[in-house]
């Protein structure tokens, strides 16, 4: 029995520092909510210099100003032409001032579809 409740209180703790570690965050995400204009989503590829996982699209980040590299996942059934990994612009950086429990929404903003011309955007929550 002592065993049985040892372990319940071990796993409530877990449960409660789990979530006290997440409200201690703020979490980027390239989600744009409905309001937005029509923007496409991006990947993250760098936080502060540091190279992430390919495909990376939500970070838990500590609160502090932090530089985020940025590709923007852009596609079209109306491109001309097929842009190999190679002739697809250059990765953009943004800099973001996280604040623990709030929500960064970051999205590419593209005026030219064929040659990949694009501009980051961010929305805080």
């Keep these: 029995m002592k065993n049985a409740m040892g372990r319940a209180l071990i796993a409530a703790m877990a449960l409660f520092s789990a979530g ?4 201690d965050k703020g979490t980027v995400t390239s989600v744009l909510s409905r309001d937005s204009e029509r923007y496409y989503a991006v990947n ?35 491109a001309i032409k097929t842009i190999s990994r190679r002739d697809r612009s250059p990765p953009r950086y943004v800099e973001i001032e996280v604040v623990a429990g709030k929500r960064y929404r970051v999205g590419a903003k593209v005026s030219d579809v064929v040659n990949q011309t694009w501009a980051p955007v961010i929305e805080y929550r």
Aim: glycine letters at 10%; aromatic letters at 2%; hydrophobic letters at 50%.
């Design 44 to 78: 993250f590829i760098s936080v502060d210099g540091e190279n992430l996982p390919a495909g990376q699209s939500l970070l838990n980040l500590a609160p502090g100003k932090r530089r985020i590299g940025i590709v923007a996942l852009i596609e079209s059934s109306n």
């Design 20 to 23: 006290a570690m997440a409200a």
